[in-house]
């Protein structure tokens, strides 16, 4: 591997691992051997005593939501850690270290976790076969470009998800870490009506299980071939608009069967009910708040929310864009999305865990500026909306000594942003890098 494409794997040089990406799809197979190299040094960490050592200059550090920032900041970064932390002068830089270009008048937070995503789009689909490039620059327009390092698929084929996980992770092509549900449960003859237009062969290899016993199996069996948690669809939307809620008995017997392996259960709660049901089985987090006629939760089922230390994924943004979807009129979408942000507001302030999520990949809205205003609204300070795609996540997930924090020891996950969040929610989204493990996996 020439000098060139070194430096870039390690900092991405002025070539951006996505536009490197782009180069070898337009500029012919005299491209490939770089850009194949370049995307193996952003997928795998090499031996600290084999790798130089990165420098991030940055306007400001956000160490982490309960932390003074660092002004005029300093974050090395060697063999896919964080090796130092601190303010410009304060941190001995060793000689022959590579001058980043990405954090200059920047501000540095750890890595996104988008907690609520799905690879269903015709876009990702065949990820065994696809054409790598291809599906990075989907990765890339969908997730990394907007800092997310680790994501969650909360269902969908699970066989090609874990392709897809699997070509990352080889270095194939660049992406975030994915954690995933697999193949989500539903009741019985229960599918929701707005999966109806997904594939044929998708929906069928949903399970639906008719008992208890049915449903362990499926669990078993999902975690077995190489999920990460278990997802529960404990009341679904029908056509008739009626709600058919999962019986009692197969969600408690599921949340067991994935408690049992130590791993988390994730419930989609559609109205109050499915949330009730999901408390009673002791599901970790529900994945979304619920439209449910407009209402807000109930202050005793907060409570118990809070106390039961369920996380919730807000999800907010979908719901306009479902509502429009349906031609509901404007007025009445006020009103419910008003509720959804009351929902939040009150969880919020009662200490609620909020992870954040968007459910991207149902949604073909990438964006998710909307999600952090509607968080911003909803009461949430810039620093609980750092805490709900950084610390709570990587707590929720039991990976808080690895990620979630700029500190010493931590993995290199890093984003870089054009403005500083305090000032503004919407400056979430506004990336100038995306770094995983060290290396630059998105530049603007």
């Not at 303010?87 to 270290?97: C, D, I, K, Y």
Request: glycine share 10%; aromatic share 4%; net charge neutral.
């Amino acid at each position: 591997m020439n000098q060139a494409v070194g430096m870039a794997c390690l900092d991405g040089g002025d070539l951006g691992v996505t536009e490197a990406t782009m180069r070898m799809t337009t500029n012919g197979p005299g491209r490939w051997i770089a850009c194949a190299a370049l995307a193996i040094c952003a997928g795998t960490a090499v031996a600290a005593d084999d790798t130089p050592t990165t420098v991030l200059r940055a306007a400001k550090v956000l160490v982490g939501p309960d932390a003074a920032p660092i002004d005029d900041g300093v974050v090395l970064m060697r063999g896919g850690r964080i090796v130092a932390v601190g303010r410009q002068g304060s941190v001995a830089v060793p000689g022959g270290a590579l001058e980043s270009s990405c954090g200059r008048g920047g501000v540095v937070a750890a890595g996104f976790q988008n907690s609520h995503v799905h690879f269903i789009e015709p876009a990702m689909r065949d990820a065994a076969r696809q054409p790598a490039a291809a599906l990075a620059l989907h990765l890339s327009a969908m997730l990394t470009r907007y800092g997310f390092t680790t994501v969650v698929d909360t269902g969908s084929e699970r066989a090609n998800t874990l392709a897809l996980r699997a070509r990352i992770e080889r270095g194939e092509l660049t992406g975030p870490r994915i954690l995933t549900a697999g193949q989500p449960l539903f009741p019985p003859d229960g599918l929701p009506f707005y999966v109806a237009g997904l594939p044929k062969t998708l929906l069928d290899s949903w399970p639906q299980p008719p008992t208890p016993e049915a449903a362990v199996k499926a669990v078993r069996e999902n975690l077995d071939a190489g999920a990460d948690g278990t997802k529960l669809f404990v009341a679904t939307p029908q056509a008739n608009r009626t709600v058919r809620h999962m019986p009692p008995a197969i969600v408690q017997a599921a949340a067991n069967a994935s408690h049992e392996r130590g791993k988390l259960v994730m419930a989609h709660p559609t109205d109050a009910d499915g949330l009730r049901a999901a408390l009673a089985a002791r599901v970790d987090i529900v994945v979304h708040t619920t439209l449910d006629g407009g209402m807000t939760w109930p202050a005793p089922l907060v409570k118990q929310m809070v106390d039961a230390r369920m996380a919730v994924v807000p999800t907010l943004k979908l719901w306009r864009y479902e509502l429009m979807k349906d031609n509901v009129p404007e007025g009445v979408q006020r009103t419910l999305v008003a509720a959804a942000l009351g929902q939040l507001k009150d969880f919020s302030s009662a200490g609620g865990d909020v992870l954040f999520g968007t459910d991207v990949g149902y949604m073909t809205d990438h964006d998710p500026t909307e999600e952090y205003e509607l968080m911003a609204q909803a009461g949430m300070t810039p620093m609980q909306i750092l805490a709900s795609l950084t610390t709570a996540p990587a707590a929720r997930w039991n990976e808080a000594a690895r990620r979630g924090r700029v500190a010493v020891g931590m993995d290199a996950d890093l984003v870089v942003l054009e403005a500083d969040p305090a000032q503004h929610a919407k400056n979430f989204a506004k990336l100038r890098c995306t770094i995983r493990g060290g290396a630059v996996v998105f530049r603007k």
